[in-house]
């Protein structure tokens, strides 16, 4: 499935570019005076092969939650149990991530690929555990690479399965304790960085904690024999194998799925950053399909979104996860395409098209 997903991967239209942008000239306002918006809507027609791009909606926000063998090096303050407790709060309705989502009108699925528990049968919670949580990154591989192939299909599976209920619009969340830990790893094979420049405080560490988290980071790196950025495929799935989490190589999956469909996928913050490295790695094609939420907190985040060539759309210094920064975005890509659908043109309105 992940052979036939990459396979039909189209990178962006440059004949859907090129119209995109000359449209965008005849609309009734100063040339460029969207800003930003522009490039937005012009990327998503080059990505949906067509101009206008369809309308990014309804839209629908995936959920990954999974745990993680490098919790018991201390990179975090928070329990472990803490990954599982928040699934039944995304699944009650009560977390940040509900709350935006119920704001921008998104439904939120909750996908368990490898949390280290059990889960009662619930609406909204997809079961594709591959295992209770990884081994610990820094002491060998966090997973195998049936495992991470395993991990990446269940995110293709579950993108298909939304973009095949109806969703023009995929967004990415994460859940599972320490996995700023293994995002740090992830972005600092494949963007090839040292780890003290990728790896970030999470949800708040101490110094003497952030210093052992870089060194945790270079452990991994050093024990899995990875250095510099990799991106031959087969390589890519060794290295996603060796430090990644399950909902790293799902939430690649899930980019690869809604690249593979030409809907566009709004990123969220550090996890998904890291991610959609891996995905890029495997196709990089799959990166035209993908639009920045946001900009988090996060070092590393930067440093993926720079190697990626993606500019984010909002940067309120969040440091959350769970989709909290895509969702944000996704009324701005709606806005951005909705210019192309409803402006009038200088033709049509009879506006005079040049300043006398
Ligand atoms: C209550 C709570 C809710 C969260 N929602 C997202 N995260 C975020 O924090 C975690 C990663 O940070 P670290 O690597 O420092 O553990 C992830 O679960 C991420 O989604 C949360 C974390 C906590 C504690
Ligand atoms: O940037 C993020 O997405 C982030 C930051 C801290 C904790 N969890 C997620």
């Known amino acids: ?44 027609a080059g990505a949906a092969g067509t101009s206008p791009p369809p309308m990014p909606e309804p839209a629908a926000l995936a959920i990954f939650a999974g745990d993680h063998g490098v919790h018991t090096r201390g990179v975090t303050p928070w329990p472990q149990e803490v990954t599982v407790q928040m699934v039944a709060n995304f699944l009650a309705g009560g977390a940040v991530a509900n709350a935006f ?75 599972g304790i320490a996995n700023t830990t293994a995002s740090a790893a992830l972005i600092a094979v494949f963007a090839g960085r040292d780890p003290a420049e990728v790896t970030g405080r999470g949800t708040g560490i101490d110094d003497a904690t952030y210093q052992l988290k870089v060194d945790v980071v270079r452990d991994a790196l050093r024990t899995n024999g990875l250095s510099g950025a990799m991106t031959a495929p087969s390589e890519a799935l060794r290295a996603l194998a060796a430090v990644g989490g399950f909902e790293h190589a799902a939430l690649a999956g899930f980019i690869l799925g809604g690249a593979a469909a030409r809907v566009p996928v709004i990123l969220d913050g550090v996890i998904a950053g890291a991610a959609a490295l891996v995905a890029a790695a495997l196709d990089p094609a799959a990166t035209d399909h993908c639009v920045a939420g946001h900009r988090s907190a996060e070092p590393g985040h930067t440093v993926a979104l720079d190697h990626l060539g993606l500019h984010p759309l909002v940067d309120l210094e969040l440091r959350l ?26 033709d049509s309105a009879g506006v005079t098209e040049k300043p006398v």
Do not use: N, W
């Open 321 to 346: 996860g769970e989709g909290s920064g895509g969702l944000l975005a996704h009324p701005i890509l709606c806005a951005a395409v909705r210019v192309m659908h409803d402006v009038a043109t200088f």
């Open 1 to 44: 499935m992940l052979a036939e997903t990459l396979a039909a991967i189209r990178p962006a239209d440059p004949g859907a570019i090129a119209a995109a942008r000359a449209y965008q000239d005849r609309l009734t306002k100063p040339r460029g005076s969207l800003g930003a918006l522009e490039e937005l809507a012009v990327r998503l």
């Open 101 to 175: 989502a119920a704001q921008a009108g998104v439904p939120v699925t909750v996908v368990d690929v490898g949390v280290a528990a059990d889960l009662p049968d619930a609406p909204g919670l997809v079961k594709q555990k591959i295992a209770y949580g990884t081994d610990d990154l820094s002491k060998g591989p966090a997973m195998s690479v049936d495992q991470a192939v395993r991990a990446l299909e269940a995110g293709i599976t579950v993108a298909r399965d939304l973009v095949a209920s109806g969703a023009r619009c995929l967004i990415t969340g994460d859940m």
